[in-house]
């Protein structure tokens, strides 16, 4: 894979049961792929909703001694003041925008469409998520950070989840982001939600809030 281009490889994808009249786009975590998550998803399926779980390119990243492996943009720190790779941000941002366009086109509207990840796939999505133009039905944000912290012009459905024992992304990190998100968009419309004792890693009682998340902002059409 060149660049940052989500196009290629495929997405891992989990199809919808039935007609898809709704989409969860959900991005993986640093030196990672879709494949787990789409797994994950397909154990939580909602027969409506498809899922569409894509590969991040592989780069080099600062922070892992320049080692090359998946990122959906470089990371130079994990602490709240370390600098960010904007450019970066800003590029996967775009093609992930154009992955909803796909989505559009292929006859879902956005404001049916979700945007999902977890650790630094979670922070593209809620960066995104709150950047876009487009209306979503929400986004799910797991043990991550909000990247870019300026100004977000968008107002939208927010379920944050994180461990209480996160090692990589300290706890204290997320609970600040979703102080900042509340300042951000309308505080009603974020839910945060904590795991006593969960790492860096999700768990099967917060996939069963992400699925309950889901079908409340995603419910089906009254003909289906």
């Given at each position: 894979?060149?660049?940052?281009?989500?196009?290629?490889?495929?997405?891992?994808?989990?199809?919808?049961a039935?007609?898809?009249?709704?989409?969860?786009?959900?991005?993986?975590?640093?030196?990672?792929?879709?494949?787990?998550?789409?797994e994950?998803?397909?154990?939580?399926?909602?027969?409506?909703?498809?899922?569409?779980c894509?590969?991040?390119?592989?780069?080099?990243?600062?922070?892992?001694?320049?080692?090359?492996?998946?990122?959906?943009?470089?990371?130079?720190?994990?602490?709240?003041?370390?600098?960010?790779?904007?450019?970066?941000?800003k590029?996967?941002?775009?093609?992930?925008?154009?992955?909803?366009?796909q989505?559009?086109k292929?006859?879902?509207?956005?404001?049916?469409?979700?945007?999902?990840?977890?650790?630094?796939?979670?922070?593209?999505?809620?960066?995104?998520?709150?950047?876009?133009?487009?209306?979503?039905?929400?986004?799910?944000?797991?043990?991550?950070?909000?990247?870019?912290?300026?100004?977000?012009?968008?107002?939208?459905?927010?379920?944050?989840?994180?461990?209480?024992?996160?090692?990589?992304?300290?706890?204290?990190?997320?609970?600040?982001?979703?102080?900042?998100?509340?300042?951000?968009?309308?505080?009603?419309?974020?839910?945060?939600?904590?795991?006593?004792?969960?790492?860096h890693?999700?768990?099967?009682?917060?996939?069963?809030?992400?699925?309950?998340?889901?079908?409340?902002?995603?419910?089906?059409?009254?003909?289906?």
């Amino acid at each position: 894979m060149c660049g940052n281009n989500m196009s290629a490889p495929l997405p891992a994808i989990v199809p919808a049961a039935r007609k898809a009249t709704a989409a969860v786009i959900f991005l993986h975590g640093l030196g990672d792929t879709g494949h787990g998550w789409a797994e994950a998803f397909a154990g939580i399926r909602i027969p409506h909703v498809k899922y569409i779980c894509p590969h991040a390119p592989t780069m080099p990243v600062s922070l892992n001694m320049r080692m090359s492996m998946p990122s959906w943009f470089d990371i130079y720190g994990l602490s709240p003041d370390a600098n960010e790779d904007e450019s970066g941000i800003k590029r996967a941002s775009e093609n992930l925008k154009a992955l909803i366009d796909q989505e559009v086109k292929n006859g879902i509207p956005s404001h049916r469409i979700m945007l999902g990840g977890f650790s630094q796939g979670g922070a593209l999505s809620l960066y995104t998520a709150l950047t876009t133009q487009q209306k979503l039905a929400g986004v799910v944000a797991l043990s991550c950070w909000l990247p870019l912290r300026n100004s977000f012009p968008q107002d939208m459905h927010v379920l944050q989840c994180h461990g209480d024992a996160d090692p990589l992304v300290p706890f204290i990190f997320g609970s600040q982001t979703a102080e900042r998100v509340k300042s951000l968009i309308n505080p009603a419309n974020i839910t945060f939600k904590t795991y006593r004792g969960l790492p860096h890693s999700a768990c099967p009682e917060e996939m069963v809030d992400i699925k309950r998340f889901i079908e409340k902002q995603l419910p089906p059409i009254r003909d289906e």
